[in-house]
Structures are given as structure tokens and as C-alpha cells.
């Protein structure tokens, strides 16, 4: 495993990033390594970093799986600056990323099934363990090396800032629209938040034809939801009347919300044969009254990110449909004011580090 400033070695290179060193969660520059670029490795020079609420949650050990020092970020995105012998599919100069996860077993039947995402021994790409047993460090950092299988092409018209989080955000709502169905021209299709992952599900839904109605608590984002999102209704959960106006008129409901909240008001918005399909993951289980299922024929599902081949088709279709995150592009040295405001929900809708333009080595960890 690298440790906080140890030196470059024949068998390491030396990498430079922020990383939590303990569960304040307060970042800090960072001296590691990264092991040298093997056959079948890819060396991306990191750009630009989205910062996901997953992000806040480890640095803080919210779930009890954090160690440190933590590097965060799973939604890198830059320039091929190296790659090993047996590399196929991209060479230098080409633009790459890296989500979620860098590794997997590579031979069980989601491997082999183009389902990474779902592999027992899926390896994360933040605070993971690797299969050499070193420390998976993510991309608050300048360079990123990973197995070519694991890293993607990012389409020359699609802004790299922009893109980024298209690698967690964007296929996490993109693998279940797919998965589920819900991608019929002329579907109606709502979605629960407004906010990182709620935000490019209207966006998805809208390009595959969907009818598309914002649900949310908060009537203050009416606007933005119609006017600069482009969704064709606005619906406010917390009112009655609206809530019963929409009974029995949707195909299908994306539910981005991370926190506990009710579900059965959802579940009477759908039509009969209806899917609601959550992507968070509320820290406590939520209630489900199982008639509302019976009575209706109704499904509630559930969906995590996608694999590798779904993300790369995921990317394509951005591109040819215009799609991007709406991203608040920082400098490094503002992450942690950006921690802070992510935890009040202050971004809209996603923040990005200009890891390329500001990340200053140090001689200091």
C-alpha cells in the first residue's frame, strides 16, 4: 500500500492529490503513489473531478466502511497520458474516464454479462482494496492508472466538465430507464428530486421521447424544472390535491432521493403494470405496502451504476443527444467549502473540480 509521502520507486510513480486523513472529512494536499502503467493498463491525466454525495459520505465515514487517508472522486475525466502494451482501444491523447469502480473478478457471470457494477468482488475505485491489496485512491488527483477494460472514451463534443459526472450520475439513471423499459416514445415517466442524479434523469428521459413531470417536496424549483430542464409538468408531493390529480398517470418513476421519505404516494401515481424504480440509498429501510403492488401489478425496483459497456453506450447517446451535467466548476482549493455546501444542497447541480488548471503539487502532505 502507498503511504502519505512515500517516495516514487522503481515499482511505483508518484501521484499527487487531496485526500481526507481522518473523519472530520476536511481534505488536504496528499502525497501517494500509483503502481506503473502494467500491459494492460491506461495512465489518464486527470482533468476534471466531479464530487458526488457518496463523496461527503465517505469522507466522513457516514457508512462505516471509510479508511484513510481517503482520496476522493469517481467521476474523473482526462487525457490518456500513457498506455501498456496490450492496450486496444485507446491511445494517447484520446479523452477517458473512470467511475465508480476500477476493478472486478473479471470471470463471474456479471463480469462476463457486461455487469461490473454488479460483481461480488467489484473493487470501488475510492477506498477500495485492490487485488495486489493496495489502496484504491480516487480522482481529487493528477493521474489515474486502471486497467484499460475499466476506463472509457469520452466523445470529442462532449465538455469534459460536463461529462464527468456522467460516469456516476448520468449511468445511474440512465442503466434503469434502459433496464426497466422505460425508454418508449410517448411513456410517461416522473422523477423524484431535482437534484445531481434528478436533474440528468430528465434530461435521459426526455431524449429517448418521454413525457417527463418533476416530482418534488419544494414548489421553488417549479421553474427551473420547466424552463431551463425542459420537463413537460411539475408535480409538489407535499400537496394533496396535485397528488391526487396524478393517480394512475405514469408509466414509470425514477426515485433519486437519499433520504427516508414515503413511497406509497408514489406508487398510486402509476398506471397499472407501473415501475418505480429507486437509485438512492436511504440509510433506513423504507415502508412498502405490499397491496399497492398486488392491486395495481405494480413493481418496485432498484438499480445501482452500470457496467462498462452500458456507461461507454451511455456516453454515445449523450453526445448525440446533447446531454451533460449542469455542473459549478471550482478550483481544488475550494473543495472543502464545496463539502460544506454540498451537505446543505447549495449546487446546482453538480460540483467539479479544475483538477488540470488548479491542483498546485506541494512539498508538504
Known amino acids: 500500500m502507498a503511504t502519505e509521502g512515500s517516495q516514487e520507486t522503481a515499482r511505483e510513480v508518484a501521484a499527487f492529490g ?50 484513510y487517508p481517503l482520496v476522493p472522486g469517481h467521476e474523473m475525466v482526462g487525457v490518456v497520458a500513457e498506455v501498456g502494451s496490450g492496450v486496444k482501444g485507446l491511445k494517447v491523447g484520446d479523452k477517458a474516464g473512470v467511475g465508480y469502480y476500477c476493478n472486478s473478478c473479471q470471470t463471474c457471470e456479471d463480469c462476463e454479462n457486461g455487469l461490473e457494477s454488479y460483481c461480488p468482488e467489484m473493487i470501488t475505485t475510492v477506498c477500495g482494496k485492490d487485488k495486489d491489496g493496495t489502496t484504491t485512491y480516487g480522482g481529487f488527483s493528477d493521474i489515474m492508472v486502471v486497467e484499460e477494460r475499466y476506463a472509457v472514451r469520452i466523445p470529442d463534443n462532449l465538455d469534459l466538465a460536463g461529462a464527468g459526472p456522467l460516469l456516476c450520475a448520468g449511468i445511474t439513471v440512465y442503466s434503469p430507464l434502459k433496464y426497466y ?38 414548489a421553488g424549483k417549479k421553474e427551473e424544472a ?33 433520504a427516508v421519505h414515503p413511497i406509497a404516494p408514489y406508487l398510486n401515481i402509476l398506471k397499472r403494470h407501473g415501475k418505480l424504480v429507486i437509485v438512492s440509498a436511504p440509510n433506513k429501510p423504507l415502508e412498502l405496502h405490499v397491496a399497492q403492488l398486488t392491486l395495481g401489478r405494480k413493481l418496485v425496483g432498484g438499480s445501482c451504476t452500470g457496467g462498462i459497456k452500458e456507461t461507454q453506450e451511455m456516453l454515445e447517446f449523450a453526445a448525440k443527444n446533447g446531454i451533460m451535467a449542469d455542473v459549478e466548476v471550482i478550483p481544488m482549493d475550494y473543495v472543502n467549502t464545496a463539502l460544506e455546501r454540498l451537505a446543505k444542497s447549495d449546487v446546482r447541480y453538480r460540483f467539479v473540480i479544475d483538477i488540470g488548471n488548479t491542483l498546485e503539487p506541494t512539498t508538504t502532505s
Open 18 to 67: 487531496w485526500a481526507a486523513k481522518d473523519s472530520s472529512g476536511h481534505l488536504s494536499p496528499f502525497h501517494f503513489s500509483r503502481r506503473p502503467t502494467r500491459d494492460t493498463d491506461v495512465k489518464i491525466k486527470v482533468l476534471y473531478c466531479g464530487i458526488c454525495h457518496s463523496d461527503l459520505h465517505l469522507i466522513k465515514n457516514d457508512w462505516g466502511i471509510s479508511w
Open 181 to 218: 423499459g422505460l425508454t418508449k416514445p410517448g411513456m410517461h415517466i416522473g422523477v423524484v428530486g431535482l437534484g445531481g442524479l434528478g436533474h440528468v434523469a430528465v434530461k435521459f428521459a426526455k431524449a429517448f421521447g418521454a413525457r417527463v413531470t418533476v416530482i418534488s417536496t419544494s
Open 226 to 258: 420547466l424552463e431551463r430542464l425542459g420537463a413537460d409538468a411539475f408535480l409538489v408531493s407535499r400537496d394533496p390535491e396535485q397528488m391526487k390529480a396524478a393517480i394512475g398517470t405514469m408509466d414509470g418513476i425514477i426515485d433519486t432521493v437519499a
